[in-house]
C-alpha cells in the first residue's frame, strides 16, 4: 500500500440476517490490507451471562465467546466468564485446542479445492444461488460506496470502525498462535 494511497484496502461491515433466528443478532466483519497481522478468524459473543452466585451487584464486562481461528495455524478457543474458585470474583478462563496438536497438519486450503475439483466434490465450492445473493448483499456497496477513510498502515484500521461496534462489544485483538491473551 503506497503512503498517499486512496485505493480501498480496509472493509468493516455490520450486517444482519433477516428472519426470525438471527434478529437482533449483528454479524460483524472487517478485512484490509497492512493491518497488524494477517489472520482469519470467526469470533462468535455470547449474550453476557446472568450475574453469578447471587451477586446481582458485580458487574461483568466480558462475555463468553468461541473464536474459530481460520488462519494462521487452525483452532478452536473457548472463552468462559468463570466464578472463581476463592472469593465472590469472576476471572476469564480459556480452553485452547490447535487442530495440528490433535490431528497433524492437514492439507493448506489450495490442495483441499484442488483434491476435489480432480474428484469432482463440489461442497468445498460455492453454490450458483450462493454467489447470487453475495452479489445482492453487495451492489448497492458498489452502486453508492461510501467515502474512503483513511487508516495508518499497521493499525486494525480507521478509528470510524468502531462506530459499527458501538453497544455490543468492541473490536477485539485476534488470537494469535502462541499467544495466551
Same mark, same amino acid.
Given at each position: 500500500?503506497?503512503?498517499?494511497?486512496?485505493?480501498?484496502?480496509?472493509?468493516?461491515?455490520?450486517?444482519?440476517?433477516?428472519?426470525?433466528?438471527?434478529?437482533?443478532?449483528?454479524?460483524?466483519?472487517?478485512?484490509?490490507?497492512?493491518?497488524?497481522? *494477517?489472520?482469519?478468524?470467526?469470533?462468535?459473543?455470547?449474550?453476557?451471562?446472568?450475574?453469578?452466585?447471587?451477586?446481582?451487584?458485580?458487574?461483568?464486562?466480558?462475555?463468553?465467546?468461541?473464536?474459530? *481461528?481460520?488462519?494462521?495455524?487452525?483452532?478452536?478457543?473457548?472463552?468462559?466468564?468463570?466464578?472463581?474458585?476463592?472469593?465472590?470474583?469472576?476471572?476469564?478462563?480459556?480452553?485452547?485446542?490447535?487442530?495440528?496438536?490433535?490431528?497433524?497438519?492437514?492439507?493448506?486450503?489450495?490442495?483441499?479445492?484442488?483434491?476435489?475439483?480432480? *474428484?469432482?466434490?463440489?461442497?468445498?465450492?460455492?453454490?450458483?444461488?450462493?454467489?447470487?445473493?453475495?452479489?445482492?448483499?453487495?451492489?448497492?456497496?458498489?452502486?453508492?460506496?461510501?467515502?474512503?477513510?483513511?487508516?495508518?498502515?499497521?493499525?486494525?484500521?480507521?478509528?470510524?470502525?468502531?462506530?459499527?461496534?458501538?453497544?455490543?462489544?468492541?473490536?477485539?485483538?485476534?488470537?494469535?498462535?502462541?499467544?495466551?491473551?
Amino acid at each position: 500500500m503506497k503512503p498517499n494511497s486512496t485505493t480501498e484496502t480496509y472493509c468493516a461491515l455490520r450486517l444482519h440476517i433477516d428472519n426470525r433466528r438471527w434478529h437482533g443478532v449483528p454479524i460483524l466483519i472487517r478485512a484490509g490490507k497492512a493491518l497488524p497481522e *494477517r489472520v482469519t478468524e470467526v469470533r462468535v459473543l455470547f449474550r453476557r451471562p446472568a450475574p453469578l452466585g447471587g451477586h446481582a451487584r458485580e458487574k461483568i464486562d466480558a462475555t463468553n465467546e468461541l473464536v474459530l *481461528r481460520i488462519d494462521p495455524a487452525p483452532g478452536a478457543r473457548l472463552r468462559l466468564i468463570a466464578k472463581a474458585a476463592a472469593g465472590s470474583g469472576t476471572r476469564g478462563i480459556h480452553l485452547d485446542m490447535d487442530f495440528a496438536d490433535q490431528g497433524g497438519d492437514g492439507p493448506t486450503p489450495y490442495e483441499q479445492l484442488l483434491t476435489g475439483a480432480m *474428484r469432482g466434490d463440489r461442497s468445498l465450492f460455492a453454490r450458483q444461488d450462493a454467489v447470487e445473493e453475495t452479489w445482492r448483499i453487495v451492489q448497492p456497496l458498489l452502486d453508492s460506496p461510501p467515502a474512503v477513510i483513511p487508516y495508518a498502515q499497521g493499525t486494525w484500521g480507521p478509528p470510524e470502525a468502531e462506530k459499527l461496534v458501538k453497544g455490543i462489544a468492541a473490536w477485539h485483538e485476534p488470537w494469535l498462535p502462541d499467544a495466551t491473551s
